[in-house]
């Protein structure tokens, strides 16, 4: 499985961003995919999480209600659309792949990585 991670960039503070992650190679009838950032100085954090199946979604607290998680099923592709960004969003996103069917917040539930793609908010 290949992800590709795309849309990061520079933006201020209220400004919105979408997230692109394109899956290729082996499918899996049941997975999840999800978004992890990793702030300078700081461990990798789970931001959202979707499953291909059924749509299910769960997000970290702190982006709840700015942040959506939404798939393209027919493109294996998910997105992160992300609202009222806030300086202490900047971190580089990574796009990630569970072949499991319910959703896990710990990185190491994820078998398969993107590069990732930096995201800075300026205050």
């Known amino acids: 499985v290949q992800l590709q991670a795309s849309g990061g960039g520079l933006v201020q503070a209220g400004d919105s961003l979408t997230l692109s992650c394109a899956a290729s190679?082996?499918?899996?009838?049941?997975?999840?995919m999800g978004w992890f950032r990793q702030a300078p100085g700081k461990e990798r954090e789970f931001v959202s999480a979707?499953?291909?199946?059924?749509?299910?979604?769960d997000h970290v607290d702190s982006v709840k209600g700015r942040f959506t998680i939404s798939r393209d099923n027919a493109k294996n592709t998910v997105y992160l659309l992300m609202n009222s960004l806030k300086p202490e969003d900047t971190a580089i996103y990574y796009c990630a792949l569970d072949p499991g069917a319910t959703i896990q917040k710990q990185a190491r539930h994820y078998n398969y990585w993107g590069r990732g793609t930096l995201v800075t908010v300026s205050s």
């Open positions: 190679g082996r499918t899996f009838r049941t997975a999840t």
């Open positions: 979707i499953r291909w199946s059924g749509g299910v979604t």
